[in-house]
C-alpha cells in the first residue's frame, strides 16, 4: 500500500500574535496527519515567534524559522515556499490571520490523488462572513486549466485567489526560484495562471478556509489605485495567447483596453486622481501598453458637460494632474506600501 502523500503547510508571518495561535490550531486540529508545517516569523516585534515556538516544542511536525532581515509580503511568501519538504507531494499556505476547516487538508489531497493532472486545488471559502470563490457550477470537479484560465479572462467564474485557499502539488512550488513573482502586485493569480497553462484545475464543493478581512496598509493601497484593473490587464497579455486564439486574444485585449482607459477617464474626477493615473501611467508601459493621452481624452468626451457645470472644480482636477511631458516610471519604482505592522495583517497576503 502507497504511502500517504506528505502535505508541506507553510505560514509566513510578522506581527501576527493575535491570530496566530488560532491558524495554528487548525493545522493541528486537521483529520488528515500526514503533513509538516513551517511557520516563517519574519521580523515580527511583537510575541508571534514565542507563539509559533510555544507549539513547536509541543510537535515536532511543526519547525520554526525566522528571517535575518524584514522582507516585503511578496518575499516573506517566497521564503516560506522555499520550505516545502523534497518529500511532499502537496503545498498548503495558510496566512496567519487565516485558519483552515477541519477536513480542509483531507478533501483537498483525495481530489487531487484521484486526478494526477490537477496542479491546484481550489474550495468555496469563508471570506469574513460570506461564503465565495462559488463560480464552478457543481459538480465541476476538475476543470482543464486552459480552459478555466480563458473563462476568467473574459470574465468568467473568480475560483482563485489568495493562496490561504488553495493547494498546490508541490512540484510546481519547487520548480520555481521564486513562487510569487515579487514585481507583479497580483503575484497569487500570476502563479495560478502559469500553473493552469501546463495543468489542471481541481475543486472540491465545500467550504474548506476562511479567510480574515479588515481594512489594512495593503488594502487600503491596493483598493485606493484599484491595482486589480493593472494586474487583470497584466495577466491578459502575459498569459492569454496561451489560453486563447490570436484573434479572440486580440478582441480581447482592445476590449479590456477600453475598459482600462474607461476606469482612467471616471478616476478623473476622484480626489486621488494624480496618484491614479501615475500608477496607471507606470502600470501600462511596464506592460508594453504605454499610456495614450489621445486615447484618454476620447472616453474624458462623455464628462465635458461636468466640466462645463463645474468649471471651477474642472480647472482644480486640471492643475492635479500630471503633466503630459512627465516621464512615466517603471511599475516597480512606484512606492509600494511597507511592510504592515498590524497584526490583523500579518504581513502575509498579497492584495
Not at 524559522?65 to 524584514?70: A, D, P, V
Not at 511532499?88 to 487531487?112: G, I, N, P, Q, T
Amino acid at each position: 500500500m502507497a504511502p500517504t502523500p506528505l502535505v508541506s503547510v507553510v505560514t509566513p508571518v510578522h506581527n501576527g500574535e493575535a491570530f496566530l495561535a488560532e491558524c495554528i490550531e487548525s493545522v493541528l486540529a486537521q483529520s488528515y496527519d500526514r503533513w509538516e508545517y513551517t511557520i516563517v516569523d519574519n521580523c515580527s516585534t511583537d510575541r508571534s515567534l514565542e507563539v509559533a515556538e510555544r507549539y513547536a516544542q509541543k510537535d515536532s511536525r511543526v519547525r520554526v524559522i525566522s528571517t535575518e532581515r524584514l522582507l516585503d509580503v511578496m518575499g516573506s511568501q517566497n521564503t516560506a515556499f522555499r520550505q516545502v519538504s523534497p518529500n511532499a507531494s502537496y503545498c498548503k499556505m495558510v496566512h496567519a490571520d487565516d485558519w483552515l476547516f477541519r477536513d480542509c487538508l483531507r478533501e483537498m489531497v483525495e481530489l487531487a490523488e484521484a486526478h494526477p493532472s490537477v496542479g491546484i486545488v481550489g474550495a468555496y471559502r469563508l471570506d469574513g462572513t460570506k461564503v465565495d470563490l462559488d463560480g464552478l457550477p457543481y459538480p465541476s470537479t476538475v476543470v482543464p486549466g486552459k480552459q478555466l484560465s480563458r473563462a476568467m479572462m473574459l470574465g468568467g467564474p473568480r475560483v482563485f485567489g489568495s493562496a490561504s485557499a488553495l493547494m498546490y502539488r508541490a512540484d510546481y512550488v519547487r520548480q520555481r526560484p521564486a513562487f510569487f513573482d515579487e514585481s507583479d502586485f497580483h503575484a497569487d493569480v500570476a502563479a495560478c495562471y502559469d500553473i493552469l497553462r501546463a495543468a489542471d484545475f481541481g475543486f472540491v464543493h465545500q467550504v474548506l478556509t476562511f479567510t480574515r478581512t479588515h481594512p489594512g496598509e495593503q488594502s487600503s493601497y491596493a483598493g485606493r489605485l484599484k491595482t486589480y484593473i493593472a494586474g487583470r490587464f497584466r495577466h491578459l497579455v502575459k498569459f492569454g495567447p496561451s489560453c486563447m486564439e490570436p484573434a479572440e486574444y486580440q478582441d480581447r485585449v482592445q476590449q479590456a483596453l477600453s475598459h482600462y482607459y474607461r476606469f482612467l477617464a471616471k478616476s478623473l474626477v476622484s480626489p486621488g486622481a494624480r496618484e491614479v493615473l501615475a500608477y496607471h501611467r507606470s502600470a501600462l508601459a511596464e506592460i508594453g501598453y504605454p499610456f495614450s493621452w489621445k486615447r484618454l481624452l476620447a472616453v474624458v468626451t462623455p464628462y465635458w458637460g461636468y466640466a462645463l457645470r463645474h468649471p471651477s472644480e474642472a480647472l482644480r482636477l486640471v492643475m492635479r494632474l500630471p503633466g503630459t511631458a512627465d516621464a512615466a516610471p517603471r511599475v516597480s519604482s512606484v512606492p509600494q506600501p511597507a511592510q504592515p505592522s498590524a497584526p490583523a495583517r500579518s504581513g502575509n497576503r498579497a492584495a
